[in-house]
């Protein structure tokens, strides 16, 4: 298949350029540190101090037919953080062969596929959490009417450079109802998916080889409220931790997820509430847990605020789907919601005059009510019960643009998490962290695209590392030239740590470089609500970034 993808991409070439007919398209991003002792953080550097993540894409487009490389390099190691897999590695990541006319559209290799919400399957890159879970076979899609469109799917999922031993195939459907009964008043729309794994059991036959999940959703519009509704099953499967079947039973899962909304000029109203009970799903049934988020076949977010500054960012969730049936832990899934509110003051008010817009958001997180039975290994849950907080967060912000020169925002947090949820153990068994979080933020606007961006950040708690203060100056010479400083002072703690940075970024035309010193934090990343755990360190770090 590599071969053949990558004939194809030399023949369309020649023939683009013979034709002067075809295009090219594509970047590179390059990442890098060099990390270096520090005494005072206790933090000492690896042997192999400098570390990069780079990748070259490649597309050509000719016609109705797309072919694209992915080559990637991790030498001499991956990014500090990152999962060993890719450590030393390099080569061509990726490669895909494309056809696409008015209704059908085919790719052969490597590609990315979501179906519905992504609960039910989800591929996707994101090189900042270093995922990549890319199929690798056969995508088909139908589009026979404006109304109705099929998918269909059938690969492995990359794991490295190498793929799973598991073979993932899935179906997914999508009606537009409204068209199909002609409603003007409602848009409605029907979805249906399913999404199996095959991986060899070996001589176990307590070991199903084929588990399948099976979901629906239904989405709707009228007038100014929408919502929709996904459910999905997914068959009985063993349950693993660290690479060990746990139990001789097998266990089925379930999720739900419900959005509710209103929108009009001004206001806006959404809320979402989701049930997850064992809902994990891996191309690899030994892949379950890991902390890389490797081989994951779905999609499962924490459904929470993506709060944008260095303090609010300490105490992040991370959804909770598993099923734990070990010794020293008990647990089913997690349920909560979360609630987003938006308004904006008439602009003939006074407030609407200085253009003050608030958002207020509320998350809550919780396991499942569980009872379990440690005799023959079974459980009862309740749908929504009583189980152990993990996490809750309530916050507002107020913005303001009170000329064409100078705006601010004003933000509050008040947030509590389950100790384990952040620092890792056993959860609801080490207790909360509660935690205040207010943020100033003011940007200044000159002539020829000057400005400067001051914030001033202060967290209280009582608990982990005590207080910090947090405060960030950036300046802009121009749009293409950006310098910053920042330090988080954790002066609550036991040696009041500074964590600083300093650096800046400069752009023309398709190409960005930046490049920063400072100190990392230890903790959680989240980007789009999944996150991976980074150790904390001290270095300089580039980052490039060309598009063409």
Request: with cysteine; proline share 2%.
């Amino acid at each position: 298949m590599k071969k053949i993808i990558l004939g194809a991409f030399m023949l369309m070439g020649a023939i683009g350029f013979s034709q002067d007919n075809g295009y090219f398209f594509g970047g590179l991003e390059s990442n890098s540190q060099w990390l270096l002792d520090d005494e005072d953080f206790d933090f000492i550097a690896p042997e192999d101090q400098f570390r990069a993540n780079n990748y070259l894409q490649l597309n050509y487009s000719l016609g109705k037919f797309t072919a694209g490389v992915q080559y990637e390099s991790y030498l001499p190691s991956a990014l500090l953080g990152y999962s060993p897999t890719w450590d030393g590695q390099n080569g061509i990541g990726t490669y895909y062969l494309n056809f696409k006319n008015e209704s059908l559209d085919i790719t052969g290799g490597y590609f990315y596929e979501q179906f519905g919400s992504g609960l039910i399957l989800r591929t996707w890159e994101d090189r900042q959490l270093g995922i990549n879970n890319a199929l690798k076979g056969v995508r088909v899609k139908f589009s026979p009417s404006a109304i109705f469109d099929m998918t269909g799917v059938y690969g492995q999922t990359r794991n490295g450079f190498d793929v799973s031993e598991g073979v993932i195939q899935g179906l997914d459907a999508n009606v537009d109802l409204s068209g199909l009964m002609n409603m003007d008043a409602v848009d409605l729309r029907l979805g249906a998916s399913y999404v199996g794994r095959y991986q060899s059991n070996g001589s176990s036959d307590t070991i199903p080889a084929n588990v399948n999940a099976y979901g629906g959703r239904l989405d709707f519009v009228v007038s100014n409220f929408y919502g929709g509704v996904e459910a999905i099953t997914k068959d009985p499967d063993v349950l693993i931790n660290e690479e060990v079947v746990t139990t001789p039973q097998l266990f089925d899962g379930t999720a739900l997820q419900v959005n509710l909304g209103y929108a009009q000029k001004g206001l806006g109203i959404n809320s979402t509430f989701r049930r997850l009970e064992n809902f994990t799903f891996y191309a690899d049934r030994y892949a379950e847990g890991n902390q890389f988020n490797e081989q994951v076949v779905n999609y499962i977010p924490a459904i929470t605020k993506q709060h944008d500054y260095l303090l609010s960012n300490i105490y992040v969730y991370n959804a909770q789907p598993r099923l734990l049936f070990t010794e020293n832990e008990k647990r089913a899934g997690e349920v909560g919601t979360q609630v987003d509110v938006y308004y904006s003051f008439d602009k003939e008010s006074a407030l609407g005059k200085v253009g003050t817009k608030l958002a207020g958001n509320f998350s809550y997180w919780a396991g499942l009510e569980a009872t379990f039975n440690a005799d023959d290994l079974t459980y009862d849950t309740k749908f929504i019960g009583d189980g152990d907080r993990y996490f809750r967060d309530l916050n507002i912000e107020i913005k303001n643009r009170w000329s064409s020169k100078w705006n601010t925002v004003l933000s509050y947090q008040d947030v509590i998490i389950d100790k384990a949820v952040s620092k890792g153990g056993i959860l609801g068994s080490e207790g909360d962290i509660r935690a205040q979080i207010a943020v100033i933020e003011g940007t200044r606007r000159f002539e020829k695209g000057k400005a400067l961006r001051m914030e001033l950040q202060h967290l209280w708690t009582a608990d982990d590392d005590k207080n910090w203060a947090a405060g960030v100056l950036e300046y802009n010479f121009n749009p293409s030239i950006t310098v910053y400083a920042a330090d988080s002072w954790n002066y609550g703690g036991e040696k009041e740590l500074h964590y600083y940075s300093v650096g800046g970024s400069y752009s023309k035309g398709r190409a960005r470089f930046a490049m920063n010193y400072g100190r990392q934090r230890g903790g959680l990343i989240c980007v789009g609500g999944v996150c991976r755990e980074v150790p904390p360190s001290t270095g300089v770090t580039a980052n490039l970034v060309v598009t063409f």
